[in-house]
């Protein structure tokens, strides 16, 4: 079967790239004949391999210089020349922000768009609509977290939505020891992932105070407000921001805790990864996500939404127990498994196979 994945950009390093990395892989070593077209990138190396089975191609360079319309008609005319070209089954549209461009093209092929973000959030003034178009004209609707898919079909009219979680996307095989006392992040330092609640909660905690550090890893617009923070807070000596690494495998490990303070989230795949690598979680119960992934008081502790003092407390109450953090690790190294790649994989194959 010729499968095409349609994304923004490849050489970017979310989650979404990261996930639609390794699903077009699986996907193409079960034997399928796998694209992925990148509306921008051409010239850049993608952030995260992409299987030497999977066929990239690039609409524009590192940035589309063309202005709008002229981009998106641009855009549209080479996706329909490059599906007729590859005589696409399956055209996958990686996020229902660009169904202007993305559903006109792949009309006449089988369509499934993947919604990788909360449908509560629009990230620019037409999400709203573009979600409307593609409810209307995709075959289906694949969304992170059930809220979602049923949000698809009450608000945007989708008849056909459902849900599929995101897969493990690391070689787990090694999880962490629990011996570190750390506590990690990783995210953009963005409005959105609101660290400044997660620094303002560690300020308060006492952990801090016998040798516990928190390591946040990423990089974005708010780092430079961060780091006043921390000064200000008179946590520079135990806050660490590293800015963006590739190597995510030995932060895991060399860490005891994992931490979220979201506004919001779609399904985070760091919870999911940081599970993985057995590490406890103390995440806000943000729309959507951690829900969908920690089990309150079995995994983890989910905290009462945007509670600074809360979620300091759940911290000092995983950090100051190793008990806790012993039982929370061991239940989640068993519940992770439905996040595995070939339960994930077999879920694509069997929608895939139905349309």
Known sequence: MNIVFSIKALNNAGGTERVTAVLSGELAALGHNVHIVSFVGAGEKPF????????????????????????????????????KSINADVVIIVDAGRSFVNIPAAKGYKTITWEHFNVGVNWHLGHHLSRKI?????DVIVTLTQPDAEAY???????????????????????????????????????????????????KSS????????RIIGNGEEESMLRKLVVSLRVA?????????????????????????????????????????????????????????????????????????????????VMLDESIRR????????EVQKFSVNNIVNQWVELIERL
């Not at 806000?284 to 003092?309: E, F, H, M, Q, R």
């Open 48 to 83: 995260f391999r992409i299987s030497p089975d999977v066929k990239c191609h690039y609409l524009s360079g590192p940035k589309d210089r063309h202005i709008f319309p002229i981009r998106d008609i641009r855009r549209v005319v080479l996706l329909k020349k490059l599906y």
């Open 134 to 138: 593609a409810a209307r004209w995709s």
């Open 153 to 203: 079909k009450t608000k945007f009219g989708a008849k056909n939505a459902i849900c599929i979680y995101n897969p493990i996307t690391i070689d787990n095989s090694q999880p962490s020891q629990l011996t570190e006392r750390r506590c990690l992040a990783i995210g953009r330092l963005s409005p959105q992932k609101n660290f400044a609640h997660l620094i303002k909660a560690w300020s």
């Open 207 to 214: 952990a801090r105070k016998r040798g516990w550090t928190l």
């Open 237 to 317: 000596d135990s806050v660490e921001l590293m800015g963006s690494q590739k190597d995510v495998l030995s932060q895991y490990r060399a860490a005891s805790l994992y931490a979220m303070s979201s506004h919001h989230e779609g399904l985070p795949l760091v919870l999911i990864e940081a599970m993985s690598m057995g590490l406890p979680i103390v995440s806000y119960d943000c729309p959507t996500g951690p829900a969908d992934i920690v089990s309150d008081g079995k995994t983890g502790i989910l905290v009462p939404y945007l509670n600074i003092n809360a979620l300091a407390e759940s911290l000092d109450k």
């Open 327 to 334: 039982r929370y690790s061991a239940e989640s190294l068993v």
